[in-house]
C-alpha cells in the first residue's frame, strides 16, 4: 500500500530539492501553489471514486514522457496492482478500461493536439462519469505542467553565465 | 522580402463537449469553486465544466492568476507571448486567439502575432524569437529545451526572475491547452 503521507512529503514540490531552492529564493508562491495543486489532483478531499493508486498509476505514465523522468518518477511509487503497475509502465492494457485510459493519457501527452469528442465519449463508454473525466483531464495536464516545470527550473540550475 | 500582412484575430466561442455542472444542482463547494475566479460576473461554459472537480479547478485557478499576473519580473506581454507559443505547439486554437490578442492588446500591435500566423519568426527580436524558440523547445514531448535556448534568452537580456516566470507561464499553459482543446471546441 502506497504511504500517501511519505509521497506527500518528499515530492510535494518539484523535486530535486535545489529546484524547489531557486523557486522559493523568487517566488516562493508559485511554490506554494504547485504544491496545492498536487493535493488536489493525487489526493483530493473528494477523490471522485477515483483511487489513489489510479491516480498515481496515471500520473506515473506519464511522467515517462519528460525528457529525463527519473527524479519526477520517484514521486509516484509503483503500484502493487498487477494491472496498474503495468499500466504505470507504459505498457499495453488487457483490461479494457484501463487499456481506453492508457491511449487517452498517452495522447493527452504526447499529441494533445489530436484530442477530440471521441476520446472523451470513448472513456465515457467505459465507464468514466463526467466528473472523474475531469478529475483525470486536470490529473494529466498537471504532471505535464511538472514536467515542463522541472526541466525548465534544471536548465537554469545548470546554466554557467 | 514580402511585407507581412497585418491580422487581427477576432474572439473565438468556446463550448465543451460534456455536459457541464448546473448551476441549480452545485453543490456549495462547486458554487464556492466558481466564485474564486476573478473574471466575469457569469459563469462560462469551460468553468462549469470544470466544477466537476472543484478542488483541481481551485488550485489551479490560484496558480495560473498567481503565475500570469506575479507583479515585477518578466512584463506581461513576455507571459502572453510564452503562453500563445506553448498554444499553438499543443494545437490549442483557442487558446492561441486569447494570448495572441492579449498580447496584442499589451504591446499595442499586431506585428509580432501577425508574424508568428504568417510564419515569419525570422523578423522578430532577438528577445522574442529567443522567448518563441524556448517555450516551442520545453512545450515539445519530451522537451527539448536545453542551454542554448538558455543562452539565448540571457543574451537577449532576461534575467533569472524573469527566466522563471518564462517557465511557468509556458508550463501553465501546457496545462491549460490540455483542459481547454480536449474538453471543447471553438469557433
Known amino acids: 500500500m502506497i504511504d500517501t503521507s511519505d509521497t506527500i512529503g518528499i515530492n510535494a514540490e518539484l523535486a530535486p530539492n535545489n529546484l524547489v531552492r531557486i523557486g522559493r529564493m523568487f517566488r516562493p508562491e508559485f511554490i506554494e501553489g504547485a504544491k496545492d495543486c498536487r493535493y488536489a489532483v493525487l489526493t483530493p478531499n473528494d477523490p471522485l471514486d477515483l483511487l489513489h493508486d489510479l491516480r498515481v498509476a496515471v500520473a506515473r505514465r506519464i511522467t515517462k514522457t519528460a525528457a529525463n523522468p527519473d527524479s519526477q518518477l520517484k514521486g509516484y511509487p509503483i503500484p502493487t496492482d498487477e494491472s496498474l503497475k503495468a499500466f504505470s509502465a507504459g505498457e499495453i492494457c488487457t483490461d479494457p478500461k484501463l487499456a481506453v485510459l492508457a491511449a487517452h493519457v498517452d495522447m493527452i501527452a504526447s499529441e494533445p493536439s489530436k484530442a477530440s469528442a471521441q476520446h472523451l465519449s470513448d472513456l465515457q463508454t467505459v465507464g468514466f462519469s463526467v466528473p472523474q473525466i475531469i478529475a483525470l483531464s486536470e490529473l494529466c495536464a498537471y504532471v505535464c505542467f511538472q514536467i515542463r516545470l522541472v526541466h525548465g527550473l534544471s536548465l537554469l540550475e545548470t546554466h554557467h553565465e | ?187
Open chain 2, 1 to 187: 522580402m514580402n511585407k507581412i500582412i497585418k491580422i487581427r484575430l477576432k474572439p473565438l466561442t468556446w463550448s465543451p463537449y460534456l455536459p457541464p455542472v448546473e448551476l441549480a444542482d452545485a453543490t456549495e463547494e462547486q458554487l464556492a469553486a466558481m466564485k474564486v475566479t476573478p473574471s466575469a460576473s457569469k459563469v462560462s461554459p469551460y468553468v462549469l465544466t470544470l466544477a466537476h472537480d472543484p478542488e483541481s479547478y481551485v488550485a489551479r485557478t490560484k496558480l495560473f492568476n498567481a503565475i500570469m499576473y506575479a507583479e515585477g519580473g518578466l512584463p506581461r506581454e513576455d507571459r502572453e507571448l510564452g503562453a500563445l507559443a506553448a498554444s499553438l505547439a499543443n494545437g490549442c486554437r483557442y487558446c492561441a486567439n486569447v494570448h495572441a490578442r492579449q498580447h496584442a492588446r499589451l504591446t499595442n500591435s499586431t506585428d509580432v502575432t501577425s508574424a508568428l500566423f504568417a510564419g515569419r519568426t525570422d523578423t522578430l527580436s532577438k528577445r522574442d524569437s529567443g522567448i518563441l524558440a524556448f517555450a516551442t523547445a520545453l512545450t515539445a514531448t519530451p522537451p527539448q529545451a536545453n542551454h542554448s535556448h538558455i543562452d539565448a534568452l540571457t543574451e537577449a537580456g532576461m534575467d533569472k526572475l524573469e527566466i522563471i516566470d518564462l517557465i511557468h507561464a509556458i508550463a501553465i499553459f501546457g496545462w491549460a491547452n490540455r483542459l481547454m482543446h480536449p474538453l471543447g471546441h471553438s469557433n
